[in-house]
């Protein structure tokens, strides 16, 4: 019951949170000193073209009336149209969103085990070979920007021994599962950029719970090494894990955008990124408020799962 | 976060420094080096186009070869440093003292003002970083200063709360109550009794949130957002170079490395900083 109680304040407060996000982007949008139909046109337009502009995008009604028809339109599902193609972003979105999410759903049901396996082998002995192969690794791939990894990895595998395809190029309407070969190399490198973080943080706590008083007890009495680990330790190391990896999902998403341009594979990274060179402001106020909702719902669903996981709450 | 409050003076006693240290305070110096002189160092224009020497390998004339307008790219990654680590090093300024302020403020001050302080932090960070980043900038406009005021805005709310997790923690200690009994002001309160004593936990935060700044300006560059060709910035180059990466991978790999050494210099340098002050795990911001 007590469970229940937190999952049903955890989604209130995701309701909220959402609500502040769209506020918050409408507001970066509308209310920073750029007008939209300056960002749209450029500086180059003359008064006439603003002001059709700003008619076409309602910017003549007044504020609070734009935001309530803008966030109505967004609860039926209708983000207005893009300025690029004249298409209603919602269709646009959901193809994207799909994509977007076959390639970190992947990205996180790989990364995240062997980002926690490897954690917990470098905490077995901390300052270890091991420890220090694994945390000098975990620097490099953190310091290094997605992009970098990315075209290291082209370089590498298509074009100085082209064994993978450097480019997922691809219609949005395509299955993107229907050429796994072409997912390869941008999974790669998300899951590099992941398993810095994660194995990290699963290091430092596991190192916390294997040097509690229980975790003595059950190695002074005889419980063979890997017992104590999997038996006793993880269900203490797991629920703050991935509490830890919902926290991520932000960076995920940033690193989606990035692999999404840098393998021109049409999910939403790749939206916003073509959306900011033409200008279409719909479609990013659209694109940002979905990254947003979906990062929150990220957020809440790794709660959940490390509630239900902890013994203590379950009941 | 209890044995965070260190006294403000210590022994100072010699650190004894290892590789990886001496590794990064050689990269952070040199990358300090390029930023106040990086464009006097180059052997050519960064910006002028020599169609003489379009896309040619490198070589002892030009040891990073050059591109597509036979610009030469070691000179451009020698002035690359300005456009991509000062906005970085801008941004991680702008952010931490922002955040310090706040968090000061909402930590000491509690009820109300707190509550409504956070929540705003709280809405700010519901954005992932490089997506909010990316959507000021768009609206801002493609500038400098705009790149360093989207990336801060990153950053406000994460090192706020950083800072308000002590404050909170320190507003009930002796010392506090003792400066407030004696009849010193908020500002007093806040800056001479508060801030010593988040120096060292801000000093690190920044240093992380340089590393971060990197990588965020970069990304923005590579993604064409805020910076407009010829500037030479790393993420730029990249970007540009990389329709050429099967004929002429020296356009992505040396602007590449510039990034991975500037971002692994100033991790090096953060995580040594960190042990120092013997301060907990900050784990990597987003």
């Known amino acids: 019951m007590q469970a229940l109680g937190f999952i049903l304040r955890r989604v209130l407060l995701l309701v909220v949170v959402l609500f502040a996000v769209s506020v918050l982007t409408f507001a970066i949008v ?136 450097g480019s997922s190029l691809m219609d ?41 008083a229980y975790i003595r007890t059950a190695v002074l009495k005889g419980v063979p090494r890997w017992r104590v680990v999997m038996k006793h330790a993880m269900p203490n190391l797991l629920p703050p894990t991935i509490a830890e990896i919902g926290m991520y999902f932000g960076y995920v998403i940033g690193g989606l955008v990035v692999v999404e341009t840098l393998f021109s594979y049409a999910g939403l990274g790749q939206l916003v990124t073509n959306a900011v060179s033409y200008r279409d402001v719909p479609v990013i106020q659209a694109v940002v408020l979905i990254v947003a909702a979906a990062y929150g719902i990220g957020n809440l669903l790794a709660d959940v799962a490390a509630l239900l996981m902890n013994p203590r709450l379950r009941s | ?38 464009a006097s160092l180059s052997p050519y224009s960064a910006t ?67 509550e409504t302080i956070m929540r705003f932090m709280d809405a700010l960070m519901s954005f992932p970083g490089l997506i909010l980043a990316m959507l000021v900038v768009v609206m801002l406009g493609p500038a400098p200063i705009n790149v360093v005021a989207a990336i801060a805005l990153v950053f406000w709310p994460r090192s706020a709360r950083l800072v308000r997790s002590i404050v909170v923690d320190l ?58 060709p010829p500037t030479p910035a790393w993420g730029l180059m990249v970007r540009d170079g990389q329709q050429f990466i099967e004929i002429a991978p020296w356009l992505v790999v040396f602007p590449c490395l510039a990034i991975a050494l500037a971002s692994i210099g100033t991790v090096l340098l953060g995580e040594r900083l960190r042990h120092r002050l013997a301060l907990p795990g900050g784990g990597r911001a987003q």
């Open chain 1, 30 to 165: 509308n209310v920073l000193p750029g007008d939209v139909a300056t960002a749209v046109l450029g500086d180059m337009a003359t008064p006439d073209q603003v002001l059709a502009v700003r008619k076409t995008l309602g910017l003549d009604q007044p504020l609070a009336e734009r935001y309530l028809r803008w966030l109505l339109g967004v609860l039926q599902g209708d983000f207005g149209r893009s300025l690029q193609h004249g298409q209603p972003i919602g269709p646009i979105l959901m193809g994207r969103l799909g994509n977007s999410a076959i390639l970190g759903l992947i990205t996180l049901a790989i990364a995240a085990p062997l980002a926690v396996a490897l954690g917990v082998m470098a905490a077995l002995k901390p300052g270890g070979v091991l420890d220090r192969v694994i945390g000098g690794i975990a620097v490099g791939a953190y310091a290094l920007p997605e992009y970098v990894i990315g075209l290291f990895g082209i370089l590498a595998f298509s074009i100085w021994w082209p064994v993978l395809p």
């Open chain 2, 1 to 38: 976060m209890s044995g965070v409050a260190l006294p403000a003076r210590r022994r100072i006693v010699l650190p004894r420094l290892g590789v990886a240290d001496l590794a990064g305070a050689a990269i952070v110096l040199g990358m300090v080096v390029l930023i106040l002189a990086g």
């Open chain 2, 171 to 228: 507003a009930h200690r002796e010392f506090i109550e003792a400066a407030r009994s004696r009849g010193e002001g908020a500002s007093f309160i806040l800056f001479r009794e508060l801030l010593p004593n988040v120096l060292p936990i801000i000093v690190v935060d920044f240093s992380l949130r340089v590393t971060s700044g990197v990588l965020l300006a970069a990304s923005l560059a590579y993604l064409g957002i805020g910076v407009r």
């Open chain 1, 172 to 212: 949005p309407n395509e299955n993107p599962l229907a050429r796994p070969e072409a997912l390869i190399l941008p999974i790669g490198v998300l899951i590099t950029g992941m398993l810095a973080f994660i194995s990290q943080v699963t290091r430092a706590s596991m190192i916390q719970v294997m040097g509690s």
């Open chain 2, 48 to 114: 002028a186009f020599n169609p003489m020497h379009s896309l040619e390998a490198p070589s002892l004339a030009f040891p990073f070869g050059t591109d597509e307008f036979g610009r030469d790219v070691f000179s451009r990654v020698l002035a690359g440093a300005r456009p991509t680590l000062l906005l970085a090093v801008g941004a991680a300024a702008l952010g931490v003292a922002l955040g310090t302020v706040t968090g000061l403020t909402a930590g000491y001050r509690q009820g109300p003002v707190d």
